[in-house]
Nanobody
């Protein structure tokens, strides 16, 4: 079973930043495209960003473009999501998932999901 694990969520004030991580203990994420999704209370799950297996392609939803950055950690198999300029509208459970693909056109379907990490933006 290819299940990634998210970490790094928490409570942050508006305008603050967090760095979320997606890791796997029993396999390497280096071989897979990885996506980040979020689900706010009462809303559908939204795909917000992805990175290709070789890191050459990254994609962002309009709602996070310019504020979020996805990348692969140097020297590890972790995929991070740097989230800046947070607002209460960013409050959600954030999930990472292994995708079928990541391209400039968007995120492929997600085959394997993590359990999620809660991000709460509040003063």
């Amino acid at each position: 079973q290819l299940q990634p694990v998210e970490s790094g969520g928490g409570l942050v004030q508006p305008g603050g930043s967090l760095r979320l991580s997606c890791a796997a203990s029993k396999f390497s994420l280096d071989y897979y495209p990885v996506g980040w999704f979020r689900q706010a209370p009462g809303k559908e799950r939204e795909g917000i960003s992805c990175i290709s297996s070789n890191g050459d392609t990254t994609t962002y939803a309009d709602s996070v473009k310019g504020r979020f950055t996805i990348g692969r950690e140097t020297g590890s198999t972790t995929v991070y999501l740097q989230i800046n300029s947070l607002s209460p509208e960013d409050t959600a459970v954030y999930y990472c998932a292994i995708l079928t693909y990541c391209s400039g056109a968007g995120l492929g379907s997600a085959d394997f999901w993590g359990q999620g990490t809660q991000v709460t933006v509040s003063s």
